[in-house]
């Protein structure tokens, strides 16, 4: 009998300590409701296969067709290092006419990234041989691969679904595109917005992918966004990189940055709009906030998919001496370890956020700093605010979606960035099992 | 009997996930040979107590007297959030006369940062008891404290010990005013070198504290190297800052600057050399060498003692755009959390290594980049090298001390940082327990 309840004891314990310490198979900051119900989008045909590219028994290829007339545009990593594919789809961008169809195609498992010439090689092979099957300009063909960096792509096994790829393009296979670009995130990431123009209804449709190595700019993640909505490319390319300045820009993980990160808008003209051509008219702003919301609900996605991430953080920063300040600092405190730490560790630890602010080297008064945790205020005037307990504190951090605010009270910059926890599970993720 | 090899196979499993995951008593990268014996510093005396600021059972305030003729020189931390007392150290160092003597104060448990108007309070209150008790001139009295930030420091608790420590004044107590001051360290950091300049007898000793919260600009360390040298204050302070860039400066556990980071150099020129007044002089340039390996071994003590560490690892930068460029590439790769998780994890992941370089905005041509683990050259031209098998990877990894060489053949420019993993322990010590 003594040794049966050891028994049971010694489990309970060992399964609590891999509970705190192992890998979730999903995140438990994923949306409630799942992948969205995301509205087809004229013009837009979408194709999923498996290619065994790395992951077996599930599709790591997607291909997506547009329509002729579509406008697309696009923002990429800005890293040094940025791969084949990132080079090859900005190039063409800039000289593609909108008279002819495009295709995006994009694999997960194998980033191509650091992969020599063999890089180039791929990408002008795959893109050849869309170009040939689908019978659209090879400068209208985009590419992208995600996953390991310094393995030579095995593109012949993407070549040789193409043709399947091709025959399969339907309107409804959003959310099996979306899930075939994963790779470690726990779950597919959607967002939409139905809304109208004058009177003609418009919609956007969104997904992503991106888990780890997340930090502006950008963050690790492939995003493809279609709108039936008609709009010049240059307009739409304004917006987009407006836009990303305060979403995509704003999320970090683990202020690591991606050689792959690209996220590109597909609009493809076939609502009923009259075309939009004045980045400021009334059009534009709708479809601009619209836009917006889809943007920043997929980065926020990524976010709550962050490796290992167990608690969603706010970092708002007010009254900096510009809103680029206010974005360094809220960064500094986003990306701090110590900071993390302490979030996931439900420890109101605001000196930590203190130090984050001095570390950012941006301008700062110690003794006007205020800083609350959600609604408290926990320090003002350089010091403890009076009315701050500790169990105020240490109750507001056991939420899972936590905000911390921080006003320098020497400016009007202003700034909100996103992150996650850093947690046992993000070094079981990174260290414990091979890459 | 099957129950009993359950309980045993339990015991085993719950003993490896224990030791994988906890923090350790003491770090494994610790010197083999414990705390140095330190060649005492004729003009220095060194006595410590237990005040119970925080910690029980043990020294957690130092105090050091300094002969009169010692020139002091220092370095801070840059943080615009920085304590008082350093603050207060910065004033009087430029404003003090050689000529008196001069006293440090030290306490652990406590780092009197944000802790507004009364953190200046207690820098004037102790420093004003000490003055009194030693008949030393106010603007020669220094002091420093490290532990929780934001906590009001309980000064009384200090000053209420200044009688017995200045009775207590010795010059044998180096380790046990290094002991007092620790925070958590795993173990005291010492370094001392005995050389000769023109056939006289000369001693530097120096201690460090700091395991978290480590980066340029600086690291979160209290370090107080004492020497006998007889050198001009602006000679000392010259070759002290140009030494801490490529020493303190070039080290980080976690990114993160702490609000106190304290470097103070004493030389009470009680040796038989002749003054140093020329700092490119024969006699200056031996110092400086000998000052420099000191300053090395202390950085890389820190590191080795860095929170959670089981690997120190050595990034060393070539072929940069500039010194400057060099070490922010050296830097990017040394902080980002994905490679010293790699490192962690024993994992030859090179391309995060390349992912570093590219995130870190500096001039690099993906196509001419060389990496080296160790002597093993893992990548070359743009991918990875032909005579590279992944078994030499992971032999190389599994060693206690790695280097990691990156060669971005465009330049001349180079640097040189130190580093360690990130562990389940770094977790485990920040986010586990409240600190």
């Not at 020599?116 to 090689?121: I, K, L, Q, R, T």
């Not at 979403?247 to 609009?267: E, G, K, P, Q, R």
């Not at 962050?306 to 007010?318: I, P």
Request: overall charge negative.
């Amino acid at each position: 009998m003594k040794n049966e309840k050891s028994i049971a004891q010694l489990e309970v314990e060992l399964s609590e300590l891999k509970h705190k310490y192992m890998a979730k198979d999903i995140s438990p900051l994923a949306p409630k409701n799942g992948f969205p119900k995301l509205p087809i989008i004229k013009g837009i045909r979408l194709a999923s296969v498996a290619a065994n590219i790395k992951y077996a028994d599930r599709d790591d290829v997607m291909l997506m067709e547009c329509a002729a007339g579509s406008s697309i545009a696009g923002v990429f990593t800005r890293s040094s290092t940025r791969s084949a594919s990132v080079l090859d789809c900005q190039n063409k961008l800039v000289n593609r006419s909108d008279k002819t169809a495009a295709a995006i195609i994009v694999n997960s498992g194998n980033s191509n990234a650091f992969t020599g010439s063999h890089g180039e090689v791929s990408v002008q092979n795959i893109c050849a041989s869309i170009s040939n099957e689908m019978n659209i300009p090879l400068n209208s063909i985009f590419s992208a691969s995600t996953g390991v960096i310094g393995e030579k792509l095995p593109h012949e096994k993407i070549i040789n679904k193409i043709e399947e790829l091709n025959s399969k393009l339907s309107e409804h296979s959003l959310e099996s595109a979306a899930r075939a670009i994963m790779t470690t995130d726990t779950f597919p990431k959607g967002a939409y917005s139905s809304f109208s123009i004058n009177g003609s209804n418009v919609n956007i449709s969104g997904f992503a992918k991106g888990s780890g190595m997340i930090a502006p700019d950008m963050a690790t993640m492939l995003v493809y966004i279609m709108t039936d909505v008609s709009i010049k490319r240059n307009i739409l390319q304004n917006i987009l990189t407006k836009l990303n300045e305060k979403t995509f820009n704003c999320i970090t993980v683990d202020s690591d940055t991606s050689t792959s990160d690209s996220l590109m808008v597909i609009a493809t003209g076939q609502s009923k709009t009259e075309t939009i051509v004045d980045e400021f008219s009334d059009e534009a702003l709708k479809f601009t906030e619209e836009l917006n919301s889809v943007m920043l609900s997929l980065a926020k996605q990524v976010v709550r998919d962050g490796e290992g991430a167990t608690k969603f953080l706010e970092v708002e920063v007010r009254g900096a001496v510009s809103d680029i300040s206010a974005k360094t600092v809220a960064l500094a405190i986003a990306n701090s370890p110590l900071i993390k730490t302490a979030v996931a560790g439900e420890d109101p630890n605001w000196g930590r956020v203190v130090m984050g602010v001095g570390k950012s080297g941006e301008p700062a008064d110690r003794d006007k700093i205020s800083i609350w945790f959600g609604n408290i205020l926990v320090a003002e005037q350089g010091w403890v605010a009076s009315s701050y307990r500790e169990d105020l504190g240490q109750n507001y951090m056991k939420n899972q979606e936590l905000k911390i605010i921080v006003d320098l009270a020497i400016g009007d910059g202003s700034a909100t960035v996103w992150t996650c926890d850093l947690t046992h599970q993000y070094i079981a993720i990174n260290a414990d099992y091979r890459s």
